[in-house]
């Protein structure tokens, strides 16, 4: 048995090994790196538990951006040395910073910019395969950015409206189209602060030109591009690709849907999609219905074919067709430990280099699709939107003649939560107002009489230094249950669905008045947005609460919060920069890559705030997480003076254990 060689060949038995319970919370990961370790396989948890971060890195108190260094600088006495250029612990911090913010938002906006680059080519016609399919979308995005629609038909609509977007990208002067759609205050704040972005490419050449040695050494000032830019991530490349991605693949509405390895199906030929663009995605679910091709399955001996997704291209397309969905970025290795993989299709981002080593460990075919992401081990089969089939054709051929010759022994965790997602902007003015109504008027009126106190954004990754999920699930569910109303997209959407908090019955785990407006309206007391580039929708619904009015002029004003608590990529430093520089108070976990009490460390944790913008909090604690965001919140509501006696909530252990037996 090939495999079975295999297996022993490409494994390496773990050094420091850590109990599954202690890392993370997921059942399904629980059982399945069990069985990983008993075949002798190694995941990220085992090498997380034997690479120690490294002290000076992690607090970011060393520069190597030239050959006179790597310069490292002591972070328990900061302001001891410098670099041999002189450079002090403020400007090596900052530099390095905007690096990460860099790097976040380049590829947000390079996944932003092929999405309009596919909806050129469907609008030019050398697409066929796929098409605009939300028209209503297409006008009313033109028409937020000023195109004329009346009378027009959506090619000469669509044709103007890949003119203006590409501006988000390419334009060398002046604001991004969507700064249209910013609060006018908030938009005020980013003009006089010389923030607001002109194009994508310029403002993240112009960082990477400032962070070289010898250029840009004012920590304030490296600051400010570092916010222009994150803000042309969020307000620009993110928001391109999720207005594109609505319009060619269907804005999302309300969808239940399957979550957690339970989706996997023994008796099927099981396909797992993993990456960021919903191309290839879109395109698989078109191949694994051909029905030549499920004949071939059948022909093999399956009932059939069966996709799903995992990370945020999963997430896009749970949240538009209700496509099931596997796990988050934690789970993409344990899940090909079951053995039923017969086949992971993946693109850009997030994509971890050990997948190569664990598939070939379980004989699963793992094929990277996209000319920008390769990884040594894994076979490349080029997807082209032009031509998409031949790809992920070829792929699912590949997959049914694994599932043909499976050899090792199969174990599906039999776990799966159903959670109601596909919450865009659009889907929420419905829900609140119905067709004739449509509306954010009640959230705000529901904010201002105090039922809901109040709106987090609890997004991004997981990250193996702490425990999987854990940090998620126990701040989310603190703060429903003081009232506060949670809107979720990424890795954290998953664990929140895996820990039942996406369903209307949830509302038990919610506060009074929380519970009272999910169980009127019938939706639950966390709302899933979708992919990480879907964070733009929650700076949509921003803009939309202080558009609709009595929450104060700018973003900035609202009682609102953000957190990431378990991130670890770049891309999550540049959203959190959007966020703080959009106005929100955005609370990091796990560690945050300066060092304390320095003057880099006050400008972005309290300057900002002072400057119109929003600031950023740290603690890797859930519970003082949620209450550095609650009292932001409520020190919002009183400037708004819609404060009223309002007791925080704390769960004591009995609530919790009534929670959970819940
Ligand atoms: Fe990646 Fe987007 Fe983070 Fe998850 S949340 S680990 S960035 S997959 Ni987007």
Not at 149 to 159: L, M, Q, W
Not at 416 to 439: P, Q, T
Not at 476 to 487: G, P
Request: glycine share 8%; aromatic share 6%.
């Amino acid at each position: 048995m090939p495999q079975e060689k295999t297996l022993k060949e490409a494994t390496i038995a773990p050094r420091k090994a850590r109990d599954p319970e202690e890392v993370t919370i997921c059942e399904s990961t629980t059982q399945m790196l069990r069985k990983a370790r008993r075949d002798g396989v190694e995941t990220a948890f085992d090498r997380a538990a034997n690479m120690r971060a490294c002290p000076i890195g992690e607090k970011s108190a060393c520069c190597k951006h030239c050959a006179m260094g790597p310069c490292r600088l002591n972070a328990k006495y900061p302001y001891k040395q410098v670099g041999v250029c002189g450079a002090n612990i403020d400007t090596i911090m900052s530099r390095n910073f905007a690096r990460m913010v860099a790097t976040g938002s380049a590829c947000h906006n390079d996944h932003g910019m092929t999405m309009l680059n596919v909806f050129r080519d469907v609008v030019n016609g050398d697409i066929d395969d796929y098409d605009i399919k939300d028209i209503n979308k297409l006008e009313q995005v033109a028409s937020s950015i000023g195109i004329e629609v009346d009378g027009r038909s959506p090619k000469e609509i669509a044709t103007d409206l890949y003119q203006e977007l590409e501006k988000t990208y390419t334009q060398v002067e002046g604001e991004i189209p969507f700064a249209k759609r910013v609060p006018e205050k908030t938009l005020e704040t980013w003009r006089k602060l010389d923030i607001v972005p002109r194009g994508a490419m310029r403002e993240v050449m112009e960082l990477m030109s400032r962070t070289h040695m010898g250029c840009d050494q004012h920590y304030e000032n490296i600051t400010k591009q570092c916010s222009r830019t994150a803000l042309a991530d969020g307000w620009g490349g993110s928001m391109v690709a999720t207005e594109i991605g609505d319009i060619l693949f269907g804005t999302p509405s309300a969808v239940s849907v399957e979550v957690n390895m339970g989706v996997l199906k023994e008796d099927q030929v099981n396909i797992i999609v993993h990456g960021h663009e919903p191309n290839l995605f879109d395109s698989m679910i078109a191949s694994v219905n051909e029905p030549t091709l499920v004949e071939t399955a059948k022909k093999a001996g399956a009932k059939g074919i069966n996709l799903v997704g995992m990370c945020c291209s999963g997430l896009e397309m749970m949240s538009r067709y209700g496509v099931p969905h596997a796990g988050n970025f934690m789970s993409t290795e344990a899940v090909l430990v079951t053995g039923a993989v017969d086949a992971m299709a993946v693109d850009i981002q997030c994509i971890k280099q050990g997948l190569a080593k664990v598939a070939e460990c379980y004989g699963t075919h793992l094929f990277t699709t996209n000319p920008r992401c390769h990884i040594e081990g894994a076979q490349h089969i080029e997807f082209h939107e032009r031509d998409p089939k031949t790809c992920t054709d070829e792929v699912v051929i590949k997959a049914i003649s694994r599932f043909k010759n499976r050899s090792l022994p199969i174990e599906i965790p039999k776990i799966v939560s159903k959670g109601i997602h596909g919450f865009s902007h659009e889907y929420i003015n419905y829900m609140l107002g119905g067709s004739f109504r449509a509306s954010y008027s009640p959230l705000n009126d529901n904010i201002i009489n105090g039922r809901i106190r109040g709106v987090a954004g609890v997004v991004g990754c997981v990250n193996p230094r702490v425990k999987q999920d854990w940090v998620h699930v126990e701040l989310v569910k603190e703060l429903v249950k003081n009232d506060v109303l949670v809107l979720q997209t990424g890795c954290s959407q998953i664990a929140l669905t895996k820990a039942g908090l996406t369903t209307p019955e949830a509302a038990i785990y919610a506060g009074p008045g929380l519970g009272e407006v999910c169980e009127t309206v019938g939706m639950p007391p966390v709302l899933g947005f979708g992919a990480c580039v879907d964070n733009s929708r929650i700076l949509i619904a921003a803009s939309e609460m202080v558009r609709i009015g009595g929450l104060g002029d700018s973003i900035a004003d609202l009682p609102v919060a953000g957190a990431a608590p378990e991130w670890m990529s770049e891309k999550a430093i540049a959203i959190g920069q959007y966020f703080v520089a959009s106005g929100v108070f955005t609370v990091f976990g796990v560690t945050f890559p300066i060092v304390e009490e320095t003057k880099f460390h006050k400008h972005l944790f309290e300057e900002l705030e002072q400057q119109g913008l929003g600031k950023w909090g740290f603690s890797p604690d859930p519970y003082e997480m949620a209450k550095m965001m609650i009292n932001h919140i409520d020190k919002k509501r009183k400037a708004l003076g819609i404060d009223k006696a309002r007791e925080r909530v704390l769960m004591d252990m009995a609530d919790r254990r009534a929670v959970d037996a819940g």
